[in-house]
Protein backbone atom coordinates (compact mmCIF):
# COMPACT_ATOMS: atom_id res chain seq x y z
CA UNK A 1 0.00 0.00 0.00
CA UNK A 2 1.36 3.63 -0.82
CA UNK A 3 2.25 5.69 1.81
CA UNK A 4 -0.28 8.53 2.45
CA UNK A 5 1.93 11.96 0.93
CA UNK A 6 0.55 15.18 0.08
CA UNK A 7 2.11 18.39 -0.59
CA UNK A 8 1.23 22.03 0.82
CA UNK A 9 -0.56 22.61 -2.37
CA UNK A 10 -2.99 20.15 -2.34
CA UNK A 11 -3.94 21.70 1.28
CA UNK A 12 -4.22 25.17 -0.39
CA UNK A 13 -7.45 27.23 0.19
CA UNK A 14 -9.04 30.23 -0.97
CA UNK A 15 -12.16 32.33 0.05
CA UNK A 16 -13.04 35.95 -0.70
CA UNK A 17 -16.20 37.93 0.89
CA UNK A 18 -17.46 41.05 0.82
CA UNK A 19 -17.37 43.05 4.11
CA UNK A 20 -20.85 43.95 4.82
CA UNK A 21 -21.93 47.40 7.64
CA UNK A 22 -23.26 44.20 10.23
CA UNK A 23 -19.28 43.47 10.84
CA UNK A 24 -17.99 46.48 11.60
CA UNK A 25 -17.41 48.99 14.32
CA UNK A 26 -18.75 52.75 13.87
CA UNK A 27 -16.21 54.09 11.88
CA UNK A 28 -17.04 51.83 9.10
CA UNK A 29 -13.79 49.60 10.07
CA UNK A 30 -14.13 45.73 10.15
CA UNK A 31 -14.19 44.16 13.61
CA UNK A 32 -10.99 41.88 14.13
CA UNK A 33 -12.84 39.55 16.15
CA UNK A 34 -15.04 39.06 12.92
CA UNK A 35 -11.97 38.55 10.54
CA UNK A 36 -10.18 35.79 13.34
CA UNK A 37 -13.41 34.32 13.04
CA UNK A 38 -13.01 34.10 9.22
CA UNK A 39 -9.25 32.71 9.63
CA UNK A 40 -10.19 29.80 11.98
CA UNK A 41 -13.42 28.38 9.45
CA UNK A 42 -10.21 28.69 6.92
CA UNK A 43 -7.68 27.12 8.74
CA UNK A 44 -10.30 24.06 9.58
CA UNK A 45 -11.09 24.01 5.92
CA UNK A 46 -7.44 23.37 4.94
CA UNK A 47 -6.46 21.36 7.63
CA UNK A 48 -9.39 19.28 6.71
CA UNK A 49 -8.67 18.87 3.35
CA UNK A 50 -5.60 17.79 4.07
CA UNK A 51 -5.70 15.40 6.70
CA UNK A 52 -9.69 14.00 5.50
CA UNK A 53 -10.49 14.32 9.02
CA UNK A 54 -12.71 16.81 11.46
CA UNK A 55 -9.93 19.08 12.99
CA UNK A 56 -9.99 21.40 15.81
CA UNK A 57 -7.79 24.32 16.62
CA UNK A 58 -5.15 23.79 18.80
CA UNK A 59 -3.54 27.19 19.17
CA UNK A 60 -3.15 30.61 17.04
CA UNK A 61 0.22 32.15 17.03
CA UNK A 62 0.06 36.25 16.66
CA UNK A 63 -2.24 37.90 14.75
CA UNK A 64 -1.12 41.39 14.14
CA UNK A 65 -3.16 43.55 12.00
CA UNK A 66 -1.37 45.85 9.46
CA UNK A 67 -4.03 47.42 7.74
CA UNK A 68 -8.17 48.01 8.56
CA UNK A 69 -10.59 46.67 6.41
CA UNK A 70 -13.19 49.02 5.34
CA UNK A 71 -16.73 48.04 4.39
CA UNK A 72 -17.15 47.30 1.16
CA UNK A 73 -13.91 46.04 0.70
CA UNK A 74 -13.73 42.33 -0.48
CA UNK A 75 -11.35 40.36 2.39
CA UNK A 76 -9.67 37.56 0.78
CA UNK A 77 -8.10 34.56 2.79
CA UNK A 78 -5.05 32.21 1.44
CA UNK A 79 -4.59 29.12 3.50
CA UNK A 80 -2.19 26.19 3.48
CA UNK A 81 -0.37 23.79 5.58
CA UNK A 82 3.32 24.67 5.73
CA UNK A 83 4.03 21.96 8.69
CA UNK A 84 2.67 18.87 10.01
CA UNK A 85 3.61 16.55 13.11
CA UNK A 86 2.34 13.50 13.15
CA UNK A 87 -1.57 15.05 14.06
CA UNK A 88 -0.81 18.46 13.71
CA UNK A 89 -1.09 20.54 11.02
CA UNK A 90 0.44 24.27 10.73
CA UNK A 91 -1.70 26.49 8.51
CA UNK A 92 -0.50 29.51 7.22
CA UNK A 93 -2.93 32.11 6.45
CA UNK A 94 -2.68 35.49 4.42
CA UNK A 95 -5.58 38.03 3.91
CA UNK A 96 -5.40 40.10 1.70
CA UNK A 97 -8.13 43.38 1.28
CA UNK A 98 -9.43 44.62 -1.71
CA UNK A 99 -10.96 48.21 -3.25
CA UNK A 100 -13.80 47.41 -5.00
CA UNK A 101 -13.45 50.70 -6.91
CA UNK A 102 -10.34 51.16 -7.00
CA UNK A 103 -8.45 47.48 -7.42
CA UNK A 104 -5.92 48.39 -4.30
CA UNK A 105 -5.07 45.50 -2.26
CA UNK A 106 -3.49 45.32 0.84
CA UNK A 107 -1.84 42.82 3.22
CA UNK A 108 -3.91 43.23 6.50
CA UNK A 109 -2.53 40.40 8.18
CA UNK A 110 -0.60 36.95 8.30
CA UNK A 111 -1.26 34.38 11.09
CA UNK A 112 -0.43 30.98 11.69
CA UNK A 113 -3.46 28.53 13.05
CA UNK A 114 -1.96 25.09 14.87
CA UNK A 115 -4.57 22.88 13.91
CA UNK A 116 -4.76 18.64 15.28
CA UNK A 117 -6.86 16.35 13.27
CA UNK A 118 -9.40 13.95 14.65
CA UNK A 119 -11.15 10.56 14.71
CA UNK A 120 -14.54 9.83 14.67
CA UNK A 121 -14.30 8.89 18.16
CA UNK A 122 -12.37 12.31 19.19
CA UNK A 123 -8.67 10.81 19.47
CA UNK A 124 -5.89 12.59 17.75
CA UNK A 125 -5.63 11.27 13.89
CA UNK A 126 -2.69 10.31 11.67
CA UNK A 127 -2.06 13.17 9.39
CA UNK A 128 0.23 12.60 5.99
CA UNK A 129 3.34 12.94 5.07
CA UNK A 130 4.20 16.56 4.16
CA UNK A 131 5.87 16.35 0.56
CA UNK A 132 8.21 19.73 0.39
CA UNK A 133 8.57 19.85 -3.47
CA UNK A 134 10.67 23.71 -3.93
CA UNK A 135 12.68 25.67 -1.49
CA UNK A 136 9.53 27.90 -0.26
CA UNK A 137 7.67 25.05 0.76
CA UNK A 138 11.52 23.67 2.80
CA UNK A 139 11.56 27.95 4.03
CA UNK A 140 7.80 27.55 5.47
CA UNK A 141 8.09 24.29 6.94
CA UNK A 142 11.59 25.09 8.55
CA UNK A 143 9.65 28.62 9.80
CA UNK A 144 6.66 26.81 11.39
CA UNK A 145 9.37 24.01 13.48
CA UNK A 146 11.40 27.27 14.51
CA UNK A 147 7.93 28.80 15.98
CA UNK A 148 6.60 26.11 17.55
CA UNK A 149 9.85 25.07 19.16
CA UNK A 150 10.63 28.63 20.30
CA UNK A 151 6.57 28.39 22.01
CA UNK A 152 7.85 25.60 23.73
CA UNK A 153 11.43 26.80 25.57
CA UNK A 154 9.05 30.10 26.14
CA UNK A 155 6.43 28.08 27.97
CA UNK A 156 9.44 26.02 30.22
CA UNK A 157 11.39 29.08 30.49
CA UNK A 158 7.89 30.99 32.20
CA UNK A 159 6.09 28.16 33.75
CA UNK A 160 5.20 28.34 37.52
CA UNK A 161 7.70 25.79 38.55
CA UNK A 162 10.59 27.15 36.84
CA UNK A 163 10.06 30.87 36.80
CA UNK A 164 12.01 33.24 39.25
CA UNK A 165 10.67 36.33 39.47
CA UNK A 166 13.27 37.82 41.90
CA UNK A 167 16.10 37.11 39.15
CA UNK A 168 14.01 40.15 37.08
CA UNK A 169 13.20 43.00 39.88
CA UNK A 170 16.08 45.36 38.50
CA UNK A 171 14.97 44.77 35.05
CA UNK A 172 11.56 45.54 35.59
CA UNK A 173 12.47 49.43 36.79
CA UNK A 174 13.58 50.36 33.45
CA UNK A 175 9.20 49.85 32.99
CA UNK A 176 6.54 51.70 33.62
CA UNK A 177 5.20 49.46 36.58
CA UNK A 178 5.48 49.91 40.38
CA UNK A 179 6.67 47.18 42.18
CA UNK A 180 5.24 46.16 45.82
CA UNK A 181 7.88 46.79 48.33
CA UNK A 182 6.51 43.06 49.54
CA UNK A 183 8.07 41.68 46.49
CA UNK A 184 11.49 43.35 47.31
CA UNK A 185 12.13 41.33 50.37
Do not use: W
Not at 73 to 97: D, Q
Not at 155 to 167: I, M, P, T, W
Request: one cysteine or more.
Amino acid sequence: MPENIKSPQDSAVEITELMKPMNSNFSGKIHGGYILNLMDQIAFACASKYSGQYCVTASVNTVDFKNPVSVGEFLTLKARVNYVGNTSMTVGIRVISENIQTGEKKHCNSSYFVMVAKTKEGKNAKVPKLKLRNSEDVRRFIRSKSRLETNKLRKQAFSKQSFNYKEHLEELKEFNVFIDPSLLD
